[in-house]
């Protein structure tokens, strides 16, 4: 069983930076590829990016790449997600999930934890 907790969502000017946090409570942690999902408003919900247990590979979603950039670390059970150069479209709720394979954190419809989601809005 993991639980999953983001924070260090905020409103931040188009051009800006935000750096979100999530941190996992739970065995084994280092076992778990991580991943980011954002929902815009009346829009379904997306893959932003991943990770896998060790952090040896990561992946990104063409709309954020070179732009944001996910890491961890495993002593602290925490996962965080660099945000630069944002822009309007990067508003939304950002969700960070969990899987047993990276494959699970790839899919929105296959993680198996989630959290509870932290908003970030970028104005124009």
């Known amino acids: 069983q993991l639980q999953v907790v983001e924070s260090g969502g905020g409103l931040v000017q188009a051009g800006g930076s935000l750096k979100l946090s999530c941190a996992a409570s739970?065995?084994?942690?280092?076992?778990?590829?991580m991943g980011w999902f954002r929902q815009a408003p009346g829009k379904e919900r997306e893959f932003v990016t991943a990770?896998?247990?060790?952090?040896?590979?990561?992946y990104y979603a063409d709309s954020v790449k070179g732009r944001f950039t996910i890491s961890r670390d495993n002593a602290k059970n925490t996962v965080y997600l660099q945000m630069n150069s944002l822009k309007p479209e990067d508003t939304a709720i950002y969700y960070c999930?969990?899987?047993?394979?990276?494959?699970?954190?790839?899919?929105?419809?296959?993680?198996?934890?989630w959290g509870q989601g932290t908003q970030v809005t970028v104005s124009s």
């Open positions: 739970g065995r084994a942690f280092s076992i778990y590829a």
């Open positions: 999930a969990a899987g047993t394979i990276v494959a699970q954190v790839l899919d929105v419809s296959r993680p198996f934890y």
């Open positions: 990770i896998t247990g060790s952090g040896g590979s990561t």
